[in-house]
């Protein structure tokens, strides 16, 4: 007779199939610079340093002709004069495995380079978070069972799964640190109520390698070692008990810190060979610094920049829960509760609260997992009358429908990775592509001033300063609000005018990609031209808005390049 399959069983099928659906739909692993972008270059540089090419030093970047390495890695400069990657070295730990059967793969086949970063590797790097966060919902499914019931427990995987952020950083991109770091304090958590229920030293040496792992990917997040004299604290007695055992078991809280330090030594070992220094903070090299005195927890929580409750708002239920938590005396309800006060405090207090170009706070997804406990004890508690708790649940999934709507206009680019505000947001609500006004009221970040702590917004484009000619700027402007030019049209008239006016050296170039793509976002024709493009090639609008300006610039540029000397 065949057993039959849980609720919160399918939940996780469910997410076993549509990931490689989105996955496919999307194939970034395909595109120019595949899934190998931005921060992930620095994640994932020391595999083929090391494995393929030999040399921490990253000399090869120089010498090697093979590839344009310029594009690849990103190294920063230390007090030695040597290259180092700026990142750690946690996250090609749990790269690896896919890391080389891609090498394999591609050392095999005639059809692609093993040189680390051809099409196997970044399809590797895609589906290796689908393993990793595949892996963290059957563990996070066992702790939710010890706790609350199927029903509870199978609609707590749905929410965090598919009505948050960390949903985005499974699927479009898969390869930054959130599901692996998911996956971890998950992790973390089942080997913590292991080590609770035996102190054993085999739990204290995977608990403490699991501890300094996470630390070593991202160190903010070393707070998760609270949860462990907290582990089942809900008076001062109680903290008094577990205080009084860690102290009769010394011998394990060394030998866990002796397996906290040994996953590190690789690390210690290259900041030593880079910089000289056993401890070397490399993102100082960018002046980049935490400002303790200065948290931005507000704009944090609440700002329509970034706020975690205003582009994940599910989890602001489970900030609720933690109260209700609390009251069923839940294990890990008081280090729930002191972890994530404590993790908003230092994640605000960083020089860019904002986490640079992201879909919602991005930061914040690490702990998901133990986020899912307070959401879940908050669904489970009955309610009088019964339809209010039909209620919460209803809004729980409105919010995750609008999570994915929201994923979709992040895709589109109407909200935007790092400019957004309140009157940007009210342009482009309930709009899956930007609309006109949404690009004129957007405000950057004042990246200097911010680096200092200070923090401005700034407009990312005024019209009326491209142009200081009063004359020539009048009859821009007035072209500018026409809609009905094509696109080519509209760029004709620009140029021509600048030309026309002999400042052609002083003010075509400020036709630049930047300028284009709020000009092309201005005119009405000419976006649903680029829609058009960006639907008939299968790349979003962002990707084929790009494309258009950088189009139009190489033309029009060389056009007139022989009259930038006027």
């Avoid at 200092?452 to 007035?478: C, F, M, N, R």
Wanted: contains cysteine; charged residues 20%; aromatic residues 18%.
């Amino acid at each position: 007779m065949l057993k039959k399959i849980s609720l919160s069983k399918y939940v996780i099928l469910l997410f076993i199939l549509a990931i490689p659906f989105v996955n496919f739909n999307h194939h970034k692993y395909s595109k120019d610079e595949g899934v190998i972008v931005w921060d992930i270059k620095s994640y994932y540089a020391y595999l083929p340093a090391t494995f393929i090419y030999k040399d921490l030093s990253l000399e090869f970047i120089h010498t090697d002709k093979t590839l344009d390495f310029g594009k690849w890695i990103w190294p920063v400069k230390t007090p030695t004069g040597k290259e180092a990657i700026i990142t750690s070295c946690g996250l090609s730990m749990l790269y690896s495995p896919f890391f080389f059967i891609a090498h394999t793969y591609a050392k095999l086949s005639p059809k692609y380079s093993a040189d680390g970063y051809s099409k196997p590797y970044h399809v590797a790097l895609t589906f290796s978070a689908y393993i990793y966060f595949i892996l963290a919902l059957f563990i996070l499914r066992k702790i939710l069972l010890k706790n609350f019931n199927e029903k509870t427990t199978a609609l707590t995987l749905f929410f965090i799964g598919a009505g948050t952020n960390l949903f985005y950083y499974v699927t479009y991109e898969a390869p930054m640190p959130h599901s692996y770091n998911f996956f971890l304090i998950i992790l973390f958590l089942r080997l913590l109520i292991k080590w609770h229920e035996s102190l054993t030293v085999k739990n204290t040496v995977f608990l403490g390698l699991t501890a300094g792992l996470i630390a070593l990917i991202r160190p903010t997040n070393i707070l998760i070692l609270l949860l462990i004299p907290l582990y089942g604290v809900n008076n001062f007695q109680t903290f008094k008990e577990n205080v009084n055992t860690l102290l009769k078991h010394w011998y394990l809280i060394f030998i866990m810190m002796v397996s906290f330090i040994l996953v590190w030594i690789p690390q210690f070992s290259y900041w030593h060979y880079v910089s000289g220094k056993i401890f070397y903070f490399s993102y100082g090299a960018k002046g980049a610094s935490f400002f303790f005195d200065n948290p931005q927890i507000t704009d944090f929580l609440f700002s329509w920049k970034k706020g975690w409750f205003v582009y994940t708002p599910v989890m602001l239920f489970a900030v609720f829960g933690i109260y209700r938590l609390l009251k069923i005396k839940n294990p890990f309800a008081t280090g729930a509760a002191i972890y994530l006060l404590l993790t908003v405090y230092v994640l605000s207090s960083w020089w860019s609260w904002w986490f640079g170009g992201s879909f919602g706070l991005r930061a914040m997804v690490d702990m998901y997992g133990l986020a899912a406990l307070p959401l879940a004890a908050l669904i489970e508690k009955k309610r009088k009358p019964a339809f209010l708790k039909h209620a919460l649940i209803g809004i729980l999934f409105l919010l995750t429908f609008y999570n994915q709507f929201q994923i979709q206009q992040y895709k589109n680019g109407a909200i935007h990775y790092w400019w957004m505000n309140k009157e940007a947001y009210k342009a482009n609500f309930l709009h899956l592509h930007p609309t006109c006004k949404y690009w004129k009221v957007l405000r950057k970040p004042d990246y200097e001033k911010a680096r200092k702590g200070i923090y401005v917004s700034i407009p990312t484009y005024d019209k009326h300063s491209v142009i200081s000619d009063s004359l020539l700027k009048a009859e821009i402007i007035k072209d500018i609000k026409k809609d009905t030019l094509i696109s080519d049209s509209l760029t004709e008239i620009y140029a021509d005018k600048i030309i026309k006016s002999h400042k052609a050296g002083k003010y075509f170039k400020k036709l630049k990609i930047d300028y284009l793509i709020n000009y092309i976002n201005n005119c009405a024709m000419w976006k649903k031209e680029v829609s058009g493009k960006a639907e008939k090639m299968n790349i979003s609008y962002r990707e084929a808005l790009k494309a258009e300006a950088e189009r139009v610039y190489n033309t029009y540029s060389e056009k007139y390049e022989d009259t930038f000397n006027d």
